[in-house]
Every structure is written in structure tokens, then in C-alpha cells.
């Protein structure tokens, strides 16, 4: 069981869960191709903005494995971004984390920031010992991120899906708790 003690501030940013007032910063980045172009999402119109920013509203705590914390990114009010960290199983004590940012406020190191918040959850929060992010690999922010956030490239899988109507190869970088101890 995990319910954050929202909202979460680190130097620059805060994070809480979602609000319906959220839509038109939502819909500002989640409707950009060049946001959706590795995402399996393809570019939101306002209406599926509306449908899946009522889904994450409610995704606040983790009660059961297979669950997902949606998180917004928040600067001075406004959503930014997104982040979010899955309860994947519970014997084995694995999660995974993702995160998707406005281009408007790529380049600054919140994303970083943010997802840090993630990491420290699963690991503290959930108490899972080993936490996974994936990438298509021209999705080159993405994982130069995961670098970053102090995750090991363990896998890079040839033409794991046929992704928007071509193969598609897969990075997965991973993090155990004690690496995460010692970053
Ligand atoms: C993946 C994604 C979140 C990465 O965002 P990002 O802004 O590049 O990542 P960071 O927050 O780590 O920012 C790092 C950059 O900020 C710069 N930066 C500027 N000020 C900084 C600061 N105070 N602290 C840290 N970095 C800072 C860094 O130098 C780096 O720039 P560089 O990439 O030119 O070297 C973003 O590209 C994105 O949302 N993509 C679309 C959605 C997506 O594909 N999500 C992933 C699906 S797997």
C-alpha cells in the first residue's frame, strides 16, 4: 500500500496527483506529435485528453500490483509534465518508471528532478528492490535520462515490436535499490 503524502516539492518543482483544471496544460503537450513519437499514445485530440486525465485523477495511491501512481509535474501552477512509477510485482519487488514533458520545458533538468521523486518512491515508498525503464532506442532523451538517473543499460531487444507501422528496437535500463543507495 502506498499513498504519497502529496504534494511533493523538490528545489524547483512540485508534484501532486491530477485535477480536471489540468486539461488545457495537458492537452498543450499531450497533443504534440513530437511528444508522442515514441510513446505508444498517439497525439491526444482534446476529448482523449479529458478521458485519460479523468483516469489519472484517481491514481493517487498503489493498493495492489500492476497499479501506477500518474503524477504531475507541476512549475509556478502549471503542468509541465508527467511522471509515474507501476507497482509491476509484488513477489519479485519490481517497478518500473516513466515520464513525459512538455517540449516548451525539456532541457532544464526537471524531468531529472522529477523522476528522481519516482525512483526515491519505489524504492522507499514501495520498498522494491529492482526498478526498470524502457525506451525505443531513437528515443535518445530518453535514455540518455535513465543515464543520468543512474540506470544500467541491460537490454537492448532487436525489433521487440512493430511500433507506428515499422520494427522497432528497445533499450531496458534498470536500477537495484542498493545502486539507487549508492548514487
Ligand atoms: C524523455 C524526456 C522526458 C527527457 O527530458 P529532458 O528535459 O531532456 O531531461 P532532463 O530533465 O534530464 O534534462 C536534461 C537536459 O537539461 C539540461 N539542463 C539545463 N539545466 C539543468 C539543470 N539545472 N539540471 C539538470 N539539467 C539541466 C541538461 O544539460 C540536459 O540537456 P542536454 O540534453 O542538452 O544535455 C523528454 O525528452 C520527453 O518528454 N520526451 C517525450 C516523451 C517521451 O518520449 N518520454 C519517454 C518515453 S520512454
Same mark, same amino acid.
Given at each position: 500500500?502506498?499513498?504519497?503524502?502529496?504534494?511533493?516539492?523538490?528545489?524547483?518543482?512540485?508534484?501532486?496527483?491530477?485535477?480536471?483544471?489540468?486539461?488545457?496544460?495537458?492537452?498543450?503537450?499531450?497533443?504534440?506529435?513530437?511528444?508522442?513519437?515514441?510513446?505508444?499514445?498517439?497525439?491526444?485530440?482534446?476529448?482523449?485528453?479529458?478521458?485519460?486525465?479523468?483516469?489519472?485523477?484517481?491514481?493517487?495511491?498503489?493498493?495492489?500490483?500492476?497499479?501506477?501512481?500518474?503524477?504531475?509535474?507541476? =512549475?509556478?501552477? #502549471?503542468?509541465?509534465?508527467?511522471?509515474?512509477?507501476?507497482? %509491476?510485482?509484488? +513477489?519479485?519487488?519490481? *517497478? &518500473?518508471?516513466?515520464?513525459?514533458?512538455?517540449?516548451?520545458?525539456?532541457?532544464?533538468?526537471?524531468?531529472?528532478?522529477?523522476?528522481?521523486?519516482?525512483?526515491?518512491?519505489?524504492?522507499?515508498?514501495?520498498?522494491?528492490?529492482?526498478?526498470?525503464?524502457?525506451?525505443?532506442?531513437?528515443?535518445?532523451?530518453?535514455?540518455? =535520462?535513465?543515464? #543520468?538517473?543512474?540506470?544500467?543499460?541491460?537490454?537492448?531487444? %532487436?525489433?521487440? +515490436?512493430?511500433?507506428? *507501422? &515499422?520494427?522497432?528496437?528497445?533499450?531496458?535500463?534498470?536500477?537495484?535499490?542498493?545502486?539507487?543507495?549508492?548514487?
Amino acid at each position: 500500500m502506498l499513498r504519497p503524502d502529496y504534494p511533493i516539492r523538490t528545489a524547483r518543482l512540485v508534484l501532486r496527483p491530477f485535477r480536471p483544471s489540468d486539461l488545457d496544460d495537458v492537452f498543450a503537450y499531450r497533443s504534440l506529435p513530437d511528444v508522442t513519437r515514441y510513446l505508444h499514445d498517439e497525439p491526444y485530440t482534446r476529448a482523449q485528453a479529458a478521458e485519460n486525465l479523468a483516469k489519472w485523477i484517481g491514481q493517487r495511491e498503489i493498493t495492489e500490483e500492476g497499479q501506477w501512481l500518474a503524477t504531475a509535474v507541476t =512549475l509556478d501552477g #502549471r503542468v509541465i509534465g508527467e511522471v509515474d512509477v507501476t507497482w %509491476r510485482s509484488e +513477489e519479485h519487488r519490481q *517497478g &518500473e518508471i516513466g515520464y513525459i514533458f512538455n517540449p516548451a520545458f525539456q532541457g532544464k533538468g526537471y524531468a531529472r528532478e522529477a523522476a528522481e521523486v519516482m525512483l526515491e518512491i519505489g524504492f522507499e515508498g514501495l520498498g522494491l528492490h529492482r526498478i526498470v525503464a524502457e525506451c525505443e532506442v531513437r528515443n535518445e532523451p530518453s535514455w540518455r =535520462l535513465m543515464e #543520468r538517473l543512474g540506470m544500467r543499460r541491460e537490454a537492448h531487444f %532487436r525489433h521487440h +515490436e512493430f511500433f507506428k *507501422g &515499422e520494427w522497432a528496437d528497445c533499450f531496458v535500463y534498470a536500477m537495484l535499490a542498493e545502486e539507487h543507495r549508492n548514487h
